[in-house]
């Protein structure tokens, strides 16, 4: 069984730093991306970053550029989003998802249960 856990989300005070974890299960190390998102209340869900595991390159919104960094642990199958110089506007649900076609851009076939970011100005 395919599963995807976040964790790391919290409270933090603006210019404050969170570490989201999103452990995979139920698949192999292989050919796939691992994408993050967050969604706001009242706001479309927003892709945040990707990184596949083929070659290890990364993609970043711009909005989250030079802030934070994506990067995986193939030992244990988990993927991290370090977030740095955190923003009230970074406050979402954030949820990791898997593309097992190794392509940030496309569908993603599973995902997590989200894990709550709240950062106080």
């Known amino acids: 069984e395919v ?3 976040e964790s790391g989300g919290g409270l933090v005070q603006a210019g404050g730093s ?12 292989g050919d796939y991306a691992i994408g993050w998102f ?14 596949r595991m083929r070659d290890g390159s ?15 642990d193939n030992a244990l199958n988990t993927v991290h989003l370090q977030m ?9 649900v954030y949820y990791c998802a ?9 569908g993603y076939d599973y995902w997590g249960q989200g894990t709550q970011v709240a950062v106080s100005s």
């Open 98 to 106: 898997v593309n097992f076609m190794n392509d940030c851009q496309g």
């Open 18 to 29: 969170l570490r989201l974890s999103c452990a995979a299960s139920g698949f192999p190390f």
């Open 3 to 5: 599963q995807l856990v």
């Open 58 to 72: 990364t993609n970043y919104a711009d909005s989250v550029k030079g802030r934070f960094t994506i990067s995986s």
């Open 38 to 51: 967050r969604q706001a209340p009242g706001k479309e869900r927003e892709g945040v970053s990707c990184i």
């Open 84 to 92: 740095n110089s955190l923003r009230p506007e970074d406050t979402a």
